[in-house]
C-alpha cells in the first residue's frame, strides 16, 4: 500500500493518541494515587497527632480518666469523616466516636506498629471496610497511656484519584476532539490543494503542459507553490514554442540560402547561366555563403553564451576610439546608400572599463541595423555622453521604427520585425539577442525608443574606468 504524507499523518496521529491515554493509565494514574495517599495519610496523620498531643497533656490516664472523650471525639470525628478511637496499650477500645466500635479488642495490636505512618486494612475483619488508620501514642512524661486511632474510609482516595482522573481523560479527548476538527481543516485547506499540485506536476511531466486542473485559490504558502507551479508550466510552453520557433527559424535561414546556393551552381552546371557571365552569380554564392557562415558564428556564440555564460575579458580602453574605428568599416555600405554619420562626442576621450572585443561587437550591430533599416540618403546619430560614472552611447536612425507591440520582442533569436521577411534578406535575427547577451554580462542596461516612420534610438550605458574623462 502506497504510503502517503497524509497516511503517515493519522497513523502518526493515532500513535500519539493511543501513547497519550497509555501514559495517563500507567504513570499519571499511579503518580496520582500516591500523591492522594500521602495527602491524604498526611492529613489523618495530624489529625490523630493533634488528639494524641491534647489528651497526652491533660487526660492522659485513659482507663482511669473520668473525663468524657466520646462526646470530643463524637464531634471531631463527624466534622472530618473519620471514625477515632482511644485504645489502652493492649489494644482495647476504651473510647470511640462510633458505640458500635466500644470494647472492641483490636487482634494482633503490635503487629500494626511498623515503619509506614500509616496501615490500610479493616483490622481483621473489625471495621466494615478498608480504612487508611493512623495510630499516635498518648505520652505523658515518657509513658505511654494508649493510642489515638483515627481511621478514614480508603474509598474516599479512590473516588479523587478516580474523579481526577476522569477530568484529566475528559481533556484528553476535548483535545483528541479538537485534533480531529484540526485534521479535517488540514484534509480540506493542505491535503487536498497539495494533491492537486502533486497531480498537476504529474501532468506537467508528462508533457501535458495545457492541463488545467490545478485552481487553487488561496493565499497562503500552498497557493503561492500552485502560482508559482502554473507560472513555471507556463515558461516551459513559452519554451517550447521558442523551440519551435527556434527550429523553424534556423530551418527557414538555412534553407534559403542553401537553395539559392544549390540552384546558382546547378545552372552553372548545366549551362542555363552561361560561363561569360557566372562571376555575378559567382558573387551571389559567396554571398550567401558569408551569410551562413555569421549565422553559423551567431548561433555558436548564443550557445556558448547560454551553457558557460558570456565570459568576460575586462579592460580600459577608450570607447571614443573604439567607435570610431567600427564607424570606418560601414564605409561601404553608407557610400550604397548615401548615408552619413552625424558623431557627438561629449569629450576626447571616454575610458570604460569592458569587454573591448564584446562592446565592439555591440555597436557594429547596433550600426548594421540603423543603415540596414535607414531610408536612402538619411543620416544615422552617434552619440557619446558621461553621467556620473557611467558612459551613455546612443544610435539613432531615421528609418522605418519599429512597430509598438514588437519592441518587447526583438531581442528574442531569430525575431524581425517585418513578418514577411522581405526586408530584411540579410539578417539573421539574431544581432540583437547578442547585443542584449553582451550588455546583461556587463551588468549594464539597454534601452530602445521607437516611433513607426520616425526612427529608432538605442542607448546602453558603460562604466568608466578610474583614468575617466580626457577632455
Known amino acids: 500500500m502506497k504510503r502517503t504524507i497524509y497516511l503517515k499523518f493519522i497513523l502518526g496521529y493515532f500513535f500519539i493518541c493511543a501513547a497519550a491515554v497509555l501514559f495517563i493509565y500507567y504513570y499519571v494514574t499511579p503518580k496520582l494515587e500516591e500523591y492522594e495517599t500521602q495527602e491524604f495519610s498526611s492529613d489523618v496523620y495530624k489529625q490523630a497527632y493533634s488528639i494524641a498531643s491534647n489528651y497526652g497533656s491533660t487526660h492522659y490516664d485513659i482507663k482511669s480518666s473520668d473525663y468524657d472523650y466520646s462526646k470530643d471525639l463524637r464531634l471531631l470525628a463527624y466534622s472530618t469523616e473519620t471514625v477515632i478511637w482511644l485504645t489502652d496499650t493492649d489494644g482495647r477500645v476504651q473510647f470511640s466516636s462510633n458505640y458500635a466500635y466500644l470494647g472492641e479488642i483490636i487482634s494482633n495490636f503490635s503487629s500494626y506498629f511498623g515503619s509506614d505512618s500509616y496501615v490500610i486494612g479493616d483490622?481483621?475483619?473489625?471495621?466494615?471496610?478498608?480504612y487508611m488508620s493512623v495510630i499516635v501514642p498518648v505520652v505523658n512524661t515518657y509513658k505511654t497511656y494508649g493510642y489515638v486511632i483515627v481511621n478514614r474510609q480508603h474509598d474516599i482516595i479512590t473516588e479523587n484519584v478516580t474523579e481526577t482522573v476522569a477530568q484529566i481523560y475528559l481533556t484528553a479527548f476535548i483535545i483528541i476532539g479538537l485534533s480531529l476538527i484540526l485534521m479535517l481543516i488540514v484534509q480540506l485547506y493542505v491535503r487536498r490543494p497539495i494533491k492537486k499540485i502533486s497531480l498537476a506536476a504529474k501532468e506537467?511531466?508528462?508533457g501535458n503542459l495545457d492541463y488545467d486542473g490545478l485552481k487553487i485559490i488561496s493565499k497562503d504558502e500552498i497557493g503561492e507553490l500552485a502560482e508559482y507551479l502554473k507560472v513555471m508550466c507556463d515558461e516551459f510552453k513559452n519554451l517550447d514554442e521558442r523551440q519551435k520557433k527556434f527550429i523553424a527559424?534556423?530551418?527557414?535561414?538555412?534553407?534559403?540560402?542553401?537553395?539559392?546556393?544549390?540552384?546558382y551552381l546547378e545552372a552553372m552546371l548545366d549551362g542555363t547561366i552561361p560561363p561569360e557571365i557566372s562571376e555575378k552569380y559567382i558573387s551571389i554564392v559567396l554571398s550567401e555563403t558569408e551569410r551562413l557562415t555569421k549565422l553559423t558564428s551567431s548561433l555558436l556564440t548564443l550557445n556558448t553564451w547560454d551553457v558557460n555564460g558570456a565570459s568576460l575579458d575586462l579592460q580600459e580602453f577608450d570607447c571614443v576610439h573604439m567607435i570610431r574605428h567600427t564607424l570606418l568599416t560601414f564605409e561601404g555600405q553608407c557610400s550604397k546608400k548615401k548615408i552619413s554619420f552625424d558623431v557627438t562626442f561629449g569629450a576626447k576621450s571616454y575610458m570604460v572599463t569592458a569587454d573591448q572585443t564584446k562592446i565592439q561587437q555591440v555597436v557594429y550591430n547596433l550600426i548594421d541595423n540603423a543603415i540596414k533599416f535607414s531610408n536612402q540618403s538619411s543620416k544615422i546619430y552617434v552619440t557619446v555622453k558621461d553621467v556620473n560614472d557611467k558612459v551613455f552611447i546612443s544610435i539613432k536612425d531615421t528609418g522605418m521604427g519599429i512597430p509598438k507591440d514588437s519592441i518587447n520582442k526583438i531581442w528574442d533569436r531569430f525575431y524581425k520585425s517585418d513578418s514577411s521577411r522581405g526586408k530584411d534578406k540579410a539578417g539573421t535575427g539574431l544581432g540583437l539577442a547578442i547585443v542584449k547577451e553582451v550588455i546583461t554580462s556587463h551588468n549594464e542596461n539597454i534601452n530602445v525608443v521607437s516611433t513607426e516612420g520616425v526612427g529608432t534610438e538605442f542607448t546602453f550605458s558603460l562604466t568608466k574606468s578610474k583614468k575617466g574623462i580626457l577632455s
Open 204 to 206: 506537467y511531466a508528462k
Open 249 to 263: 527559424n534556423v530551418s527557414h535561414d538555412f534553407r534559403s540560402p542553401l537553395t539559392s546556393i544549390k540552384g
Open 123 to 130: 483490622f481483621n475483619g473489625l471495621l466494615d471496610r478498608d
